[in-house]
């Protein structure tokens, strides 16, 4: 198992700069369930620092979604309420001689990837900075430049076991010294990351792909800092069927849009994990089921194409399966009746939860029979034919036999007319299940052409 300590603890960070798509799911949901799973903590971090493009309506989303998906986290922290600590952080690199001034501007920095990549260069930072003496320090402020504080890396080789990814290595003499604070002031996301994931005793890290490159660099920060990297797994990413990236500023698949579009908490988060990896992507009855399917060894290392007629075949396919105590509450919450005899009789047939309140109006609402001429003689001799109550399990094939006998029809014939008459659908849950909610009364009015 990837986290194996006795109270290993988890993270999900996202930015309160939009509404969380599948792919920030993907994280969220591989997080939380190996936290569970292990019996550990999952912390929602919200990493809004910053301020020009973090709005508190996107916090209040996320923690909604997460909700909404029944992951709500067992702690939750900001960034935004942590800055000092950051201050102090970076002093402590400054003092150790890890963190140093740099002045150049974006447009010089430009400037010297340019002339590097047309050399055959990497475009990696040439430490200049480092040359500058006190007196050019000086002058350079005098000029108005204010410094951004880069962290001076070891040039060495980081090796880490990824989770998902198997042995790493990766020299950071390849990479620029990152930038850890603005000329602002203000602290990059790789130094609060750290320092958070220090204080709040992160055990495991399981994250995008796209931050592999950032791991060395973070593991020097750990170390520089007087810690200990925790354990890191850099799961595939999630795109569009047409292999296009997700992105939460254009708002691809997110989650309250496919909540609102009637998809399953439980679809949504089985396709989000399982898309990719050696899994089938089926049904799962809880998330306790789902946990118990993660293995970060068997996800791909190839990006993932989710597609949204998947999960809506998913979805349907996971309310064919759900157990009534499962959905009691929410159908409770929407009016319908009929306990687990009207689930049981219904949830084959439907494709969004909301459709069963539909089944439940047909079955509960007055309404009239719908009898076409041609078929009137035979539905006012199938009332007449209709038992007595009390109706039980064999009631509706004695009936279909007797009607069956006596009319000469069958198949088609013999129950479109109905099904028409009692539901005015063509198609729909079996009649056998859904005579005993209507009773007698009712089956009787509609088969005659009357309200009931």
Same mark, same amino acid.
């Given at each position: 198992?990837?986290?194996?300590?006795?109270?290993?603890?988890?993270?999900?960070?996202?930015?309160?700069?939009?509404?969380?798509?599948?792919?920030?799911?993907?994280?969220?949901?591989?997080?939380?369930?190996?936290?569970?799973?292990?019996?550990?903590?999952?912390?929602?971090?919200?990493?809004?620092?910053?301020?020009?493009?973090?709005?508190?309506?996107?916090?209040?989303?996320?923690?909604?979604?997460?909700?909404?998906?029944?992951?709500?986290?067992d702690r939750v922290e900001r960034q935004s309420a942590?800055?000092?600590?950051?201050?102090?952080?970076?002093?402590?690199?400054?003092?150790?001689?890890?963190?140093?001034?740099?002045?150049?501007?974006?447009?010089?920095?430009?400037l010297k990837r340019g002339l590097q990549r047309a050399?055959?260069?990497? $475009?990696?930072?040439?430490?200049?900075?480092?040359?500058?003496?006190?007196?050019?320090?000086?002058?350079?402020?005098?000029?108005?430049?204010?410094?951004?504080?880069?962290?001076?890396?070891?040039?060495?080789?980081?090796?880490?076991?990824?989770?998902?990814?198997?042995?790493?290595?990766l020299d950071t003499a390849s990479l620029s010294d990152?930038?850890?604070?603005?000329?602002?002031?203000?602290?990059?996301?790789?130094?609060?990351?750290?320092?958070?994931?220090?204080?709040?005793?992160?055990?495991?890290?399981?994250?995008?792909?796209?931050?592999?490159?950032?791991?060395?660099?973070?593991?020097?920060?750990?170390?520089?800092?007087?810690?200990?990297?925790?354990?890191?797994?850099?799961?595939?990413?999630?795109?569009?069927?047409?292999?296009?990236?997700?992105?939460?500023?254009?708002?691809?698949?997110?989650?309250?849009?496919?909540?609102?579009?009637?998809?399953?908490?439980?679809?949504?988060?089985?396709?989000?994990?399982?898309?990719?990896?050696?899994?089938?992507?089926?049904?799962?009855?809880?998330?306790?089921?789902?946990?118990?399917?993660?293995?970060?060894?068997?996800?791909?290392?190839?990006?993932?194409?989710?597609?949204?007629?998947?999960?809506?075949?998913?979805?349907?396919?996971?309310?064919?399966?759900?157990?009534?105590?499962?959905?009691?509450?929410?159908?409770?919450?929407?009016?319908?009746?009929?306990?687990?005899?009207?689930?049981?009789?219904?949830?084959?047939?439907?494709?969004?939860?909301?459709?069963?309140?539909?089944?439940?109006?047909?079955?509960?609402? $007055?309404?009239?029979?719908?009898?076409?001429?041609?078929?009137?003689?035979?539905?006012?001799?199938?009332?007449?034919?209709?038992?007595?109550?009390?109706?039980?399990?064999?009631?509706?094939?004695?009936?279909?036999?007797?009607?069956?006998?006596?009319?000469?029809?069958?198949?088609?014939?013999?129950?479109?007319?109905?099904?028409?008459?009692?539901?005015?659908?063509?198609?729909?849950?079996?009649?056998?299940?859904?005579?005993?909610?209507?009773?007698?009364?009712?089956?009787?009015?509609?088969?005659?052409?009357?309200?009931?």
């Amino acid at each position: 198992m990837f986290a194996s300590s006795a109270a290993p603890i988890f993270r999900f960070a996202p930015s309160p700069t939009g509404l969380i798509h599948v792919g920030n799911v993907r994280t969220a949901l591989l997080n939380a369930l190996l936290a569970r799973r292990a019996g550990g903590t999952f912390i929602l971090r919200y990493d809004d620092t910053d301020v020009a493009r973090s709005r508190e309506e996107f916090a209040h989303a996320i923690a909604e979604d997460l909700d909404w998906l029944g992951i709500p986290p067992d702690r939750v922290e900001r960034q935004s309420a942590r800055l000092p600590i950051y201050g102090a952080a970076a002093e402590r690199l400054k003092a150790a001689g890890r963190l140093y001034p740099a002045y150049e501007t974006e447009a010089e920095l430009d400037l010297k990837r340019g002339l590097q990549r047309a050399r055959g260069l990497p $475009p990696v930072y040439d430490r200049a900075a480092l040359a500058l003496t006190d007196a050019d320090r000086a002058r350079l402020e005098a000029e108005g430049r204010k410094p951004h504080w880069r962290f001076k890396l070891d040039h060495r080789v980081i090796s880490w076991d990824d989770g998902v990814r198997g042995p790493q290595n990766l020299d950071t003499a390849s990479l620029s010294d990152p930038v850890l604070v603005r000329e602002d002031g203000t602290f990059l996301y790789t130094l609060c990351s750290v320092v958070d994931d220090l204080d709040f005793g992160i055990t495991d890290v399981v994250r995008g792909e796209d931050h592999v490159s950032n791991t060395a660099v973070q593991v020097e920060i750990f170390e520089a800092l007087g810690g200990h990297a925790p354990r890191f797994a850099h799961h595939n990413l999630l795109t569009l069927p047409s292999g296009e990236g997700l992105s939460k500023r254009l708002g691809h698949l997110s989650v309250r849009a496919l909540r609102e579009a009637g998809q399953e908490a439980l679809a949504v988060a089985a396709a989000a994990v399982l898309v990719g990896t050696s899994e089938a992507l089926a049904p799962v009855e809880s998330l306790q089921a789902l946990a118990a399917k993660v293995d970060l060894s068997h996800i791909s290392r190839a990006p993932a194409r989710f597609d949204p007629e998947e999960l809506s075949a998913l979805t349907a396919r996971t309310l064919h399966y759900l157990p009534y105590e499962a959905v009691a509450h929410r159908l409770e919450n929407a009016g319908i009746g009929g306990g687990a005899a009207f689930w049981l009789a219904v949830r084959g047939n439907l494709s969004r939860f909301a459709e069963a309140l539909d089944w439940w109006e047909i079955v509960e609402t $007055p309404r009239l029979g719908l009898v076409a001429s041609e078929d009137a003689e035979f539905l006012a001799a199938a009332g007449d034919a209709l038992p007595p109550e009390p109706w039980g399990a064999d009631t509706y094939g004695a009936w279909i036999a007797a009607l069956k006998s006596a009319s000469g029809r069958s198949g088609k014939a013999l129950f479109r007319p109905l099904r028409l008459a009692l539901t005015g659908q063509e198609k729909g849950p079996e009649l056998a299940a859904l005579l005993p909610l209507m009773g007698r009364r009712r089956v009787l009015a509609r088969l005659r052409g009357e309200v009931g």
